[in-house]
């Protein structure tokens, strides 16, 4: 009983038995890479998504940012007009002095 006659698919047909097992051999092994492939995609989407959230995350850290410097600017730009307000008082208030050390 050698290989050939063993096999129902048609024992008087060796290259066509072995023509079959080697596709079967290529299916399998088509399907292992196509199963691996789906595990890299699964792996790369995972990635992506994790990637976005990172952006997402990245915005609002970006909006907080501009909304902070939003408000930095306002009240820098109230502080400047407090010491104009204080430098434009400090004339009169030194004539006020002088005047007041004038009379005493």
Known sequence: ???????????RCPT???R????AKQITAGQT?????????SKSLM???CAENE???NDLQIMRLHE????????????SKEVKRVNKS????IEERVKKQERE
Do not use: H, M, W
Request: with cysteine.
């Open 90 to 93: 400090i004339p009169r208030y």
């Open 33 to 41: 890479e196509l199963e691996g492939l789906r595990r890299q995609l």
């Open 68 to 79: 902070a410097a939003r408000d930095a600017t306002a009240r820098a730009n109230e502080v």
């Open 16 to 18: 066509q038995q072995q």
């Open 55 to 57: 952006l997402f995350g």
């Open 47 to 49: 990635v992506q998504k």
């Open 1 to 11: 009983g050698d290989e050939s006659t063993k096999s129902s698919i048609c024992p």
């Open 20 to 23: 079959v097992r080697e596709l």
